[in-house]
């Protein structure tokens, strides 16, 4: 059974950073692309960075680039999400996704539709 559990989350203020956790089971973090969606009041999700599952080619939207960063631990099977200099803009609920891809394992993948497994996300609240 795969499943992906979101954990990091909360309320902080502008210019702070906090770090997203996606903790794996029933597979491993190595044998699959990884991404991470946000969704905001109102808005539809939307991606925000990925990984592919081989050589750790990354790709982040421009609007968090410079900021956000994923980042893989196989021996821990987690994924992160490390979050510097929040802005209010950046309130979402934040989802951890998996996908095995296609035969190309150095792709990332950047839409909702290439992915199989899901989070439940985690609420990330930025005040100004």
């Known amino acids: 059974q795969v499943q992906l559990v979101e954990s990091g989350g909360g309320l902080v203020q502008a210019g702070d950073s906090l770090r997203l956790s996606c903790a794996a089971s029933?597979?491993?973090?190595?044998?699959?692309?990884m991404g991470w969606f946000r969704q905001a009041p109102g808005k539809e999700r939307e991606y925000v960075t990925g990984?592919?599952?081989?050589?750790?080619?990354?790709y982040t939207v421009d609007s968090a680039k410079g900021r956000f960063t994923i980042s893989r631990d196989n021996a821990k099977n987690t994924v992160y999400l490390q979050m510097n200099s929040l802005k209010p803009e950046d309130t979402a609920v934040y989802y951890c996704?998996?996908?095995?891809?296609?035969?190309?394992?150095?792709?990332?993948?950047?839409?909702?539709?290439?992915?199989?497994?899901w989070g439940q996300g985690t609420q990330v609240t930025v005040s100004s």
């Open positions: 990984i592919s599952r081989s050589l750790d080619i990354t």
């Open positions: 029933g597979h491993t973090v190595s044998s699959y692309a």
């Open positions: 996704a998996a996908t095995k891809g296609g035969p190309n394992s150095r792709i990332v993948v950047t839409s909702e539709a290439g992915y199989d497994y």
